[in-house]
């Protein structure tokens, strides 16, 4: 057993935040929350709290990176220094340039870059505070601040991830269990399209682990994109 590691994870059908397993922390949905940007979004996700500005469609610079028949997407993922315990470095490193890289994945499939030839579409997504699950938090930020600025898009695109603690399968994985957990599945999906645009896995599951895992993260974000959609309503109406 590792250092802080609890004895069990799941005790009486509840986890140690009291959650079900497959229960969603409390996440929270702001969008048009910063004047200066085309489009923006805040999420709070059980202990994350993340902010995404989108910006464009604008000219590329360098203009040789322009594509003269869509436009290119950027997704830039930053972590604050003050946004976990152990001060972080300033500046990317190799994991910010690793998600960087998936989250613009996840988002261009629904993103019509045909629309905005040689131009560019720029995402930052900034981490004001981390505890677990950041990956995921920040795409569903990303695709909100795109929404926000009025990109045009075929869906909004959730994100939520299934994991394995103590032999058991659980949604949305908090600290603690990231930690020590055996496993962790983050998913994201285009809604009604059956189609899945992250999927990346950490740890070992068995067959009909994986399978169930996989289940419950689609599920995962099926609940992350009503809460996504109420956000738009609450902002600009509509029924």
């Not at 057993?1 to 969603?24: A, C, Q, S, V, Y």
């Not at 890289?101 to 579409?121: C, D, G, H, S, Y």
């Not at 677990?132 to 909004?156: E, F, K, Q, Y």
């Given at each position: 057993?590792?250092?802080?590691?609890?004895?069990k994870?799941i005790i009486?059908?509840k986890?140690?935040?009291?959650?079900k397993p497959?229960?969603l922390?409390?996440?929270?949905?702001e969008?048009?929350?910063?004047?200066?940007?085309d489009?923006?979004?805040?999420?709070?996700?059980?202990g994350n709290?993340v902010l995404a500005?989108?910006?464009g469609?604008?000219?590329?610079?360098?203009k040789?990176?322009?594509?003269a028949?869509?436009a290119?997407l950027?997704?830039t993922?930053?972590?604050?220094?003050?946004s976990?315990?152990?001060?972080?470095?300033?500046g990317p490193?190799?994991?910010?340039?690793?998600i960087?890289k998936?989250?613009r994945q996840a988002?261009?499939?629904?993103?019509?870059?045909?629309?905005f030839?040689?131009?560019?579409?720029?995402?930052?997504?900034e981490i004001?505070q981390?505890?677990?699950?950041t990956r995921c938090?920040?795409?569903v930020?990303?695709?909100?601040?795109?929404?926000?600025?009025?990109i045009?898009?075929?869906?909004?695109v959730p994100?939520?991830?299934?994991?394995?603690?103590?032999?058991e399968i659980?949604l949305?994985?908090?600290?603690?269990?990231?930690n020590f957990?055996?496993a962790?599945l983050?998913?994201?999906i285009?809604?009604?399209?059956?189609?899945?645009?992250?999927?990346?896995?950490d740890?070992?599951?068995?067959?009909?682990e994986?399978?169930?895992?996989f289940?419950?993260?689609?599920?995962?974000c099926?609940?992350?994109?009503?809460?996504?959609k109420?956000?738009l309503?609450?902002?600009y109406?509509?029924?």
């Amino acid at each position: 057993m590792k250092i802080g590691e609890p004895e069990k994870f799941i005790i009486d059908g509840k986890r140690l935040d009291g959650r079900k397993p497959g229960e969603l922390r409390k996440v929270k949905i702001e969008v048009g929350v910063l004047k200066k940007a085309d489009g923006s979004a805040y999420v709070e996700w059980g202990g994350n709290k993340v902010l995404a500005a989108c910006y464009g469609p604008r000219e590329v610079h360098p203009k040789h990176l322009a594509r003269a028949d869509r436009a290119i997407l950027r997704c830039t993922y930053s972590m604050a220094p003050f946004s976990v315990t152990d001060r972080k470095r300033p500046g990317p490193d190799r994991r910010s340039i690793e998600i960087s890289k998936v989250t613009r994945q996840a988002l261009e499939p629904v993103v019509f870059t045909n629309l905005f030839p040689r131009t560019a579409i720029d995402v930052f997504i900034e981490i004001l505070q981390a505890q677990a699950g950041t990956r995921c938090t920040g795409i569903v930020a990303a695709s909100m601040a795109l929404a926000d600025a009025g990109i045009p898009m075929r869906n909004l695109v959730p994100a939520c991830a299934a994991g394995k603690v103590g032999g058991e399968i659980v949604l949305d994985l908090s600290d603690v269990e990231d930690n020590f957990g055996e496993a962790d599945l983050p998913v994201a999906i285009v809604p009604q399209k059956d189609e899945v645009t992250l999927i990346q896995m950490d740890g070992n599951f068995e067959k009909g682990e994986f399978e169930k895992a996989f289940k419950l993260a689609v599920e995962g974000c099926m609940k992350i994109y009503e809460i996504q959609k109420e956000a738009l309503k609450k902002r600009y109406g509509g029924a």
